[in-house]
């Protein structure tokens, strides 16, 4: 197993406190602590709180935009590919990446203009969704529906049994096919 950077164990550590115990939580002491460094050595990766919150959702961004580009990329087919790289994306690594995702809780709290990354990458996802073969309306409701289960994760609001949250991203991913291909 490859041997995980300081700057990526700062970040986990980070998002855990968040996680666990809130935007409030997150000092720049209790990360440290938490990633058995010294404030130093977290100073050097990152000078301020707020400096590790954009850090957070950067590398939130990076890893969700990599993880859809390169679903978009397996998909044989032409039309819904994008809407159905953002289910996958959710199917396969949603639940594992449930902790980094705090990193966009501490940012709302800290300085919402650090969400510009990921809202930027939403926005390009939506157009290519929109310009996907699939009709715009429902190429944003199955993006919006893959959000909520998301955020319901998140918040922990009616959390879904595991074959329950399977069959519900299923069905979304059946949405993605034109309507011709999945009567015959």
Do not use: C
């Not at 666990?20 to 990633?35: C, H, I, N, P, W």
């Not at 399977?166 to 011709?180: A, G, H, S």
């Amino acid at each position: 197993m490859p041997r995980q950077s300081k700057r990526q164990l700062i970040l986990e550590a980070a998002a855990k406190i968040v996680k666990e115990k809130g935007s409030d939580a997150l000092t720049l002491d209790a990360v440290a602590k938490r990633a058995e460094i010294s404030k130093g050595g977290l100073l050097y990766h990152f000078s301020s709180k707020e400096a590790l919150v954009k850090g957070l959702v950067q590398h939130m961004n990076d890893m969700y935009r990599e993880n859809v580009e390169a679903f978009v990329e397996k998909d044989g087919e032409d039309t819904g590919k994008w809407a159905r790289s953002f289910i996958n994306v959710m199917h396969d690594k949603g639940v594992e990446n449930r902790t980094l995702s705090s990193g966009m809780l501490a940012a709302q709290g800290i300085n919402p203009e650090l969400l510009e990354p990921l809202q930027n990458t939403y926005a390009s996802w939506q157009e290519n969704m929109e310009r996907d073969g699939l009709d715009e309306v429902d190429a944003t409701i199955l993006r919006l529906a893959v959000d909520g289960l998301w955020l319901s994760e998140i918040f922990g609001l009616g959390p879904l049994s595991d074959d329950l949250r399977t069959k519900v991203l299923e069905r979304l991913t059946e949405r993605t096919y034109r309507k011709e291909e999945t009567d015959s």
